[in-house]
């Protein structure tokens, strides 16, 4: 059975339109009311002037004051409805969108990796939130200002006729000369954006490389194009703005001179020379503020449409049924995975099995697969065809918020989150103490957590303290193992460790095979040779060996050719013999390093 997400952004939007209604509805009175300025003025000048009477000025001056206060609280209490709607949509999709945002990078295997949904959310609240969006409130008002031009004399109707159409010209043509250039310029700037966030990932080797001036003039370049495209349309937005404006001062001076020449031919009075030009301003003042506020319009309008492209691309996740905890037992059936993005398989058509409690270690040469492999095992990464099973179950078809605390994974590239030492290794669930201290145990690393300045509670990350590799690698190794989680996978526990660390991986994998957990174990370093149950050996995307350690380790050593080493020069007279060395290439079990 499948649903549709409940906080898609238009069922957001739904959701929120009784509001939008109530918005529309003062926006009828605020309107209404801001005939008063023009109304009291031509009272002012057919009354008061004509008549003298001071008390009918100071009743129409206490009448106008209250209805322009009533004005005011009408718009304020409309502004806060707004800012309310605002702050709702961003509960309502905040949760949505950052699970969307995590799936496209997850899809895309970290390459789209970016918080750009979450600041056009933002972006998108800010606007609803500002004054640009009641003008489109106050717009459907400029035909009832129109009429009432027309009630004052039909040359006032005809004139604003005329200026509203040249204004909403003026918009059109605006739109269609700035739209297509400012969203371009937004894509160029996010491009821009998420090229230097990379960049700044890898600082250190840019610094060490020598490589910032180079990278930096890539960037210049993408930054001169985005650069170029805003300024193209800002100067095209700021003309349209500013003829716009122009033009209605000019209309608004030409109605004064109108109306003066209908007064002295007596066919207005005195008091419509003024409030026609008046409420001429005011109905032409929504058109104004839209050019004006065009370009936050066109940025309001794709940050929508970009996150109704992320929300309606996420898939709607089936209901599932709760599994038991698992045992740990694995079976890869007909294998085959690319990566995300990519047709081109990665993993070619393998199939194995693992019992429970198995340890798995998996050797081969760079690019073999390994890596992609272990995104397999553990549903991150979805298969072209064949499944993997855990104790029976496709992968994917376990719920991974009650799957996760089962899995143990340690990437090659570790990445600790901010926060403290036991966040982390708790994976930032409530802190279990004893679970904690057991993980952290278990994985060798208590003591050395012990010396950081707060020992557990160490804040680590950009405002705490900074690890090095092999500090980093032994806590994510303590994080992988916290809570007894039944399936293991390890890609290169070792690559970061000195000597104290691999003794300690050594003995954190024997103490788990003794719980029954399940490892696969990628490595090429022979110092955890001996903790293997069994051993995989892939080339090209296949499994070439698998089966019981020392029979794939005999296979191998057949495979490998006798290494002769150079002999050392011998006494005038003496006879020399080739010395035959032993196979392989010392500490690494195979000749390799850490792949994908």
């Given at each position: 059975?499948r ?6 952004l238009?069922?957001a939007l ?6 939008f ?9 605020i309107?209404?009311l ?13 009354r ?5 009477s001071?008390?009918t ?11 322009l ?5 009408l718009?304020?209490v409309?502004?806060?409805?707004m ?19 995590f799936?496209?990078a997850?899809?895309?295997g970290?390459m789209?990796?970016s ?6 959310l ?32 039909p040359?006032?109707g ?5 200026s ?5 010209l003026l918009?059109?043509?605006?739109e269609?000369?700035?739209?297509p250039?400012?969203?371009q ?5 996010i491009?821009?954006?998420?090229y230097?966030?990379?960049n700044?990932?890898?600082a250190e ?9 180079t ?8 930054q001169?194009s ?11 937005a700021?003309?349209?703005?500013t ?7 000019l209309?608004?001076?030409l109605?004064l001179?109108?109306?003066?020449y ?16 008046v ?18 319009f ?14 309606d691309k996420?898939?709607?996740?089936p209901?599932?049924l ?8 694995v079976?890869?059936?007909?294998l ?7 047709k081109?398989?990665?993993?070619k ?21 390994k890596?992609?492999l ?19 179950a496709?992968?994917?078809a376990?719920?991974?918020?009650e ?20 966040e982390?290794?708790a994976?930032f ?13 278990t ?19 950009s ?15 303590a994080r ?10 390890l890609?290169?526990?070792n ?11 050594a003995?954190?994998?024997q ?7 399940t490892l ?5 370093r022979t ?7 069994r051993?995989m050996v ?7 060996l ?14 490998q050719?006798p ?23 010392g500490?690494?079990?195979?000749d ?5």
């Amino acid at each position: 059975m499948r649903s549709t997400p409940e906080n898609s952004l238009k069922h957001a939007l739904k959701t929120c339109r009784d509001s939008f209604v109530s918005v529309g509805f003062f926006s009828f009175f605020i309107n209404a009311l801001m005939l008063v300025p023009t109304f009291y003025m031509l009272q002012v000048y057919g009354r008061v002037m004509a008549s003298g009477s001071l008390t009918t000025l100071a009743m129409l001056t206490l009448i106008m004051t209250g209805l322009l206060i009533t004005l005011a609280s009408l718009e304020w209490v409309r502004s806060r409805i707004m800012i309310r709607v605002s702050t709702r949509l961003d509960v309502l999709l905040s949760r949505q969108v950052y699970k969307a945002s995590f799936k496209r990078a997850l899809e895309s295997g970290g390459m789209d990796a970016s918080a750009q949904s979450l600041n056009d959310l933002t972006g998108l609240r800010q606007f609803l939130s500002g004054n640009g969006l009641f003008a489109f409130f106050d717009a459907p008002w400029l035909p009832i200002y129109i009429a009432v031009m027309f009630a004052f004399h039909p040359w006032f109707g005809w004139v604003a006729t005329g200026s509203a159409v040249l204004l909403l010209l003026l918009a059109f043509i605006n739109e269609r000369l700035t739209g297509p250039v400012l969203a371009q310029a937004n894509k160029e700037h996010i491009g821009a954006t998420l090229y230097t966030t990379k960049n700044l990932r890898n600082a250190e080797v840019i610094e060490s490389m020598g490589m910032l001036e180079t990278l930096m003039d890539r960037w210049g370049r993408r930054q001169r194009s985005v650069l170029l495209l805003q300024s193209l349309a800002s100067d095209r937005a700021a003309l349209f703005s500013t003829l716009s404006r122009s033009f209605r001062l000019l209309v608004q001076s030409l109605v004064l001179g109108l109306g003066a020449y209908l007064a002295v031919d007596h066919q207005v009075g005195a008091g419509m020379v003024f409030a026609g030009a008046v409420l001429l301003g005011r109905a032409l003042a929504p058109i104004d503020l839209i050019i004006g506020g065009w370009k936050g319009f066109i940025a309001a309008r794709s940050q929508y449409s970009r996150l109704n492209d992320i929300l309606d691309k996420q898939q709607a996740q089936p209901e599932r049924l709760s599994l038991p905890a698992p045992q740990g037992h694995v079976q890869v059936e007909n294998l085959i995975v690319a990566a995300p993005g990519s047709k081109t398989p990665i993993i070619k058509n393998i199939s194995f099995s693992v019992p429970a409690g198995c340890v798995v270690g998996i050797i081969g040469p760079s690019a073999s697969g390994k890596s992609t492999l272990a995104r397999a095992l553990m549903g991150v990464w979805a298969p072209q065809q064949g499944v993997v099973r855990l104790d029976g179950a496709d992968i994917s078809a376990w719920d991974k918020q009650e799957l996760g605390p089962h899995i143990g994974y340690l990437p090659q590239d570790i990445e600790l989150f901010e926060g403290s030492v036991a966040e982390n290794i708790a994976r930032f669930a409530e802190v279990d103490s004893a679970k904690v201290i057991q993980a952290a145990r278990t994985a060798g690393v208590h003591e050395m957590i012990l010396l950081l300045p707060d020992g557990y509670d160490t804040i680590i990350g950009s405002e705490g303290v900074m690890l090095s590799g092999g500090q980093r690698q032994r806590i994510g190794l303590a994080r992988a193992l916290y809570g007894n989680p039944r399936l293991i996978i390890l890609d290169e526990p070792n690559s970061n460790l000195d000597d104290v660390g691999d003794r300690a991986l050594a003995a954190a994998i024997q103490q788990l095979k003794q719980t029954g957990a399940t490892l696969f174990v990628i490595t090429h370093r022979t110092n955890i040779v001996s903790q293997l149950d069994r051993l995989m050996v892939m080339r090209a995307g296949v499994i070439s060996l698998y089966g019981p350690r020392d029979h794939v380790l005999a296979e191998l050593n057949a495979q490998q050719p006798p290494v002769q080493k150079p002999a050392m020069p011998a006494p005038a007279g003496a006879s020399v013999a080739p010395v035959e060395t032993s196979k392989g290439n010392g500490n690494d079990l195979y000749d390799a390093q850490p792949s994908n």
